[in-house]
């Protein structure tokens, strides 16, 4: 069982968890410190029924649906209670992976009264609520990066701009980090031009009938490389 999620299986998730967006946060309940319950309700369902799912947010582990109720403490905590506050009974509009990182985006509301929940799945995790405009307003850690030159805290925006991209894998650029890593496995390699991890670039030369095993003791022409 995995303890924590991939980049590859935040996308993949991300995907399954598009059927929610429309669904309303009917209730927002913290079975944890870093665990959260959203039920979520839809109305006009497949038999004219309200259709219900719960969500549940792990802060740095996971993210998913579930059928499952869960132990609940008699009184929320105050950021549960903050959550409340601004998301209760609104839409999700759009559920994102921001960039390729393991960063999940929960558009929620529009216009105005439009938040931001943000889910991070790194490092000692978080979960974030901001306004439109990305601006904190309330989340389970503070803390700085001075090396990057911001600080995830409330009041400051948060760095969304600042997440990784998904590159374009080109011959040329292939062909070049082949060079730069002679020796190395194919799978290496592959890795390195393919952000989702060395599962996934393990798979992709599997489908194009390629031994990741195999190691680069000399350069591919551009032809080789394609």
Request: contains cysteine.
């Amino acid at each position: 069982m995995k303890n924590r999620f991939s980049t590859a299986d935040v996308a993949a998730e991300v995907a399954c968890l598009k059927r929610i967006e429309g669904f309303r946060i009917s209730n927002v309940y913290d079975v944890s410190s870093k665990v959260y319950l959203f039920k979520l309700a839809k109305s006009g369902g497949e038999d004219g029924e309200t259709e219900k799912q719960m969500l549940i947010l792990e802060s740095g582990t996971r993210f998913h649906l579930s059928k499952y109720s869960r132990d609940k403490p008699n009184t929320p905590s105050n950021f549960c209670l903050k959550l409340r506050k601004h998301i209760r009974s609104k839409r999700i509009e759009r559920v994102e992976q921001v960039g390729i990182d393991r960063i999940v985006d929960f558009t929620i509301g529009s216009g105005p009264a439009k938040h931001h929940l943000i889910l991070e799945l790194y490092s000692q995790g978080n979960v974030i609520l901001t306004d439109a405009d990305y601006k904190v307003l309330t989340l389970l850690r503070s803390h700085r990066d001075d090396e990057n030159e911001f600080a995830i805290m409330a009041n400051h925006p948060y760095p969304i701009g600042q997440s990784r991209t998904r590159g374009v894998v080109t011959v040329e650029g292939f062909a070049e980090l082949q060079r730069a890593n002679l020796g190395g496995t194919l799978k290496a390699v592959a890795s390195k031009a393919i952000s989702y991890g060395p599962q996934i670039a393990e798979h992709c030369l599997h489908l194009s009938g390629l031994d990741p095993r195999v190691k680069l003791e000399q350069e591919l022409d551009l032809e080789q490389a394609e």
